[in-house]
């Protein structure tokens, strides 16, 4: 059969959904993806006034059919706005796939896939449409299971091989966990614009992305105390009766120090898409706390609010997903738990290419005259 497309989600996830949730942790960029544009579209359609449907605004989305008429073997979305994520190990799937985008007149600004395929198709599509290729990032994507039934008790070691969750063994600073509010999002947008700018990252509206994130309970900050005004270190010290401590005073004042955002669950799946630390607060394992906290809470669905808990109750997100940088260790992954599912590669497009112009041919200059120089006269 080969490819088919079609501009509505419900019809991609009717085709292609079984195929996509088998392979949840290795196809969740391209799930996430289709589910955001699947909101989007249903939020334009009720401001509008129209029936709510799952046109995608130009967003184009298509699966393999095996000539033998099996299930589908491979995805792909396009969003012009972003690389074109694509499923499958096949090459051949993505050479195809590129002479379909450029008869369509698609514009395809990157591709984001397993390696060997973002490779076929780079190849493929920058000899149809003259354009450079750049290596943007290579990533590396792991997944973190839940303790399945049977699961010996706590304190006995688990195999590394089954992808159960160890017991936790790992220090990390003290802190506690926050799902960002409304009253955040100014925080929150600021955040994400330092890091898509160190991260060299494109994104839309950062005050928009964060009120998204806010919405469904998708973005966590890890609090430590702040230290305590000099006076309040001081008064405990004092013979004066009404200062015996500092309990007196409350509960000290907690300050965000790192964030974790979190996309919604799809196919009892999450993946943790960013993890930032203020640069001064750097260096003080805060990451580590958190995402180790995080992956907890989600598989334990022990957080009290936001989408740690959209699911209610324990076991409804099964799997946590981490894509890092292909360049920076996974031992950190390694002792988390999370086992290396694929390596995928986001290669960029560049303008069309072409032999450098001549420059345009133009008659000769005049010479100008040449013989001896006058002679000055003589002053009197």
Request: charged residues 15%.
């Amino acid at each position: 059969m080969g490819w088919c497309t079609t501009f509505d989600l419900d019809q991609f996830a009717a085709a292609a959904g079984g195929y996509l949730r088998s392979r949840a942790a290795e196809n969740i960029l391209l799930l996430s993806a289709a589910q955001a544009a699947w909101f989007r579209a249903r939020a334009q359609a009720q401001t509008a006034g129209q029936q709510p449907g799952a046109s995608g605004s130009g967003i184009l989305a298509g699966w393999w059919e095996p000539p033998d008429g099996g299930e589908p073997r491979g995805a792909f979305l396009h969003d012009p706005a972003a690389p074109l994520l694509i499923s499958g190990r096949v090459p051949e799937m993505a050479t195809a796939l590129a002479a379909i985008l450029a008869k369509m007149g698609r514009h395809v600004s990157g591709v984001d896939a397993p390696i060997e395929t973002a490779d076929a198709f780079a190849a493929a599509w920058s000899q149809r449409a003259g354009t450079t290729v750049r290596a943007h990032r290579s990533c590396r994507v792991y997944r973190l299971t839940g303790v399945p039934r049977g699961t010996p008790p706590q304190g006995t070691a688990v195999p590394p091989e089954t992808g159960a969750w160890p017991p936790p063994g790992m220090p990390v600073p003290v802190g506690r966990l926050r799902v960002a509010t409304a009253e955040d999002q100014a925080l929150l947008a600021g955040w994400l614009t330092a890091f898509a700018t160190e991260a060299a990252e494109r994104i839309g509206s950062p005050s928009d992305m964060a009120a998204d994130l806010i919405s469904y309970g998708g973005a966590v900050f890890w609090e430590v105390p702040q230290r305590s005004a000099r006076f309040l270190d001081t008064a405990q010290y004092q013979a004066v009766p009404h200062h015996q401590g500092l309990a007196q005073f409350g509960e000290p004042a907690h300050q965000p120090v790192a964030l974790a955002t979190l996309t919604r669950p799809v196919a009892a799946t999450v993946r943790i898409s960013m993890v930032y630390t203020v640069p001064e607060h750097r260096r003080s394992g805060y990451a580590v706390a958190l995402t180790q906290a995080v992956s907890r809470a989600l598989l334990e669905g022990t957080a009290p609010v936001g989408v740690l808990s959209a699911a209610s109750g324990r076991g409804s997100v099964r799997e946590v997903v981490m894509i890092t940088d292909m360049n920076r260790p996974g031992q950190l992954a390694g002792r988390f738990g999370y086992q290396l599912v694929s390596e995928r590669a986001v290669l960029r497009f560049g303008p069309a290419t072409g032999p450098v112009p001549r420059a345009a041919s133009t008659n000769s200059m005049p010479r100008l005259p040449t013989g001896p120089l006058p002679r000055l006269p003589r002053r009197p």
